[in-house]
């Protein structure tokens, strides 16, 4: 039994497809409204059972992790539910997913789990954005430096704004920092306006980021130059985003409403997508070479949803050690990616033997 909390909103419904796509097992999907969820969708899940569970209440989640060998959890936010919902399957010997985020999890690495799997954040990002520059990197002998960008268009969820701006003013998310001569550099690079890439419908802000994720990613390929930056597509949203991340740790109420609305506004009448362009240069046979890998997407919550699937799937399968850790720092990411790669979620993804200049020409105003 595959037991998916938080499965009544759009990460977790997406991931319950796809597991009950790809997966043999039967499913178990909670939320805090069993009763309008089985009513909504029980023709799209005929063997499903449909469970009311409240994440922070000892015994409504006994009942639901019962007879449960996977868990995956979609509830938000999840810097509140991560760590918590780990433990009590670490407790219980039960294999663990989780599409978010929460920082007590770097304490749960301590643990020896025996025969356990726990993976986090296992979305599109953080996770899915960690595992493609290094299936990229397979095809280079050595790579000296990255670009990456990321951007998506979408309506947020309360809880989606709210560990949105977690993440952004978390201590351990360094702005404007990039990795130069092999080391993270403070103020290294500058945030952007007004700028023109490939695949992206209309000019975006460039916001510089440096997280744990990519300083992973920075020493897993050894990097001399790296950076990465998201991709803001709308005029609400920047200036909002400037004003609130001050605001959030006081009010934090009034930060996630402005937050939610700003982005309502950029995306109203426009295609919903997530995207990901990432450039690595290096040398092959001895030979300089530059690689662009592009990742179309639909609506983010989709592909964070598919992601948490293929995750669970490669779980059961057998696929990833026991032990905790990041999606990101899978061992080997191909079998996660090539199982996504056949959803329908993913319209484009594909390897081009060019910069990512070269790109634009070619494909302004394709997506």
Known sequence: MIGIIGGYGAVGLQTARMLQEWGGQPLRIGGRNSTMARNRFSGEFPRAEWFEVDVEDDQSMDLFLDGCSLIVNCSGPSWRTAARVARMCLARGCHHVDAGMDKEMAVLRKTTPNNTVVLYAAGATPGLSGLLPRQLAQAFDQVESLRYYTGALDKFTAAAAEDYLTGVVDKDNQPLAGWKDSACRLAALNRRTGTRLPFFPREVTLYPYFDAEAEFVANALALRDGEWYIGIDGQHVPPVLDEVRFRFSTNRHDAIKRLCTAAELDAAGRRQYALFIIELSGRKNGTGITRTLVLQADR????????????????????IPAGIRPLAELPVPDKVIERLNKSKVISCLRVFESSVEQLLPVTEGEL
Not at 300 to 308: F, R
Request: charged residues 10%; without cysteine.
């Open 300 to 319: 983010p919550s989709l592909l964070t949803g598919s992601v948490a699937a293929a995750a669970a799937i490669a779980v059961l399968e057998g696929e």
